[in-house]
């Protein structure tokens, strides 16, 4: 069992950046693949970004070279730092782990809202 906790949306203008958290207790970090997903407004949930328990990471095409998801396996805890950021990236970002086709957790989600 792992228990998924989001931290560090909020609002903020366009341009700027925030810095989201997904902090994870209950089993073995290290092993999961972690992703950042979002749902915004009205739209389907979709795939933010992926890091691998090697530290191998993979973004949807609209946040490359904006977006970095990371990870620190001491901390138990994968982050996804947001820059330059748009009104479209309005959603709420959910963390998720996965293991296998068995093991798969989702946090409550955390909200980032983007004003023009």
């Known amino acids: 069992q792992v228990q998924l906790v989001e931290s560090g949306g909020g609002l903020v203008q366009a341009g700027g950046s925030l810095r989201l958290s997904c902090a994870a207790s209950g089993s073995i970090f290290s092993m999961y693949t972690m992703y950042w997903y979002r749902r915004a407004p009205g739209k389907q949930r979709e795939l933010v970004a992926g890091?691998?328990?090697?530290?191998?990471?993979n973004c949807r095409d609209s946040v490359k070279g904006r977006f970095t998801i990371s990870r620190d396996n001491a901390k138990n805890t994968v982050y996804l730092q947001m820059n330059s950021l748009k009104p479209e990236d309005t959603a709420v970002y959910y963390c998720n782990a996965k293991y296998g086709s068995i093991y798969d957790y989702w946090g409550q989600g955390t909200q980032v809202t983007v004003s023009s």
């Open positions: 890091i691998t328990s090697g530290g191998s990471t």
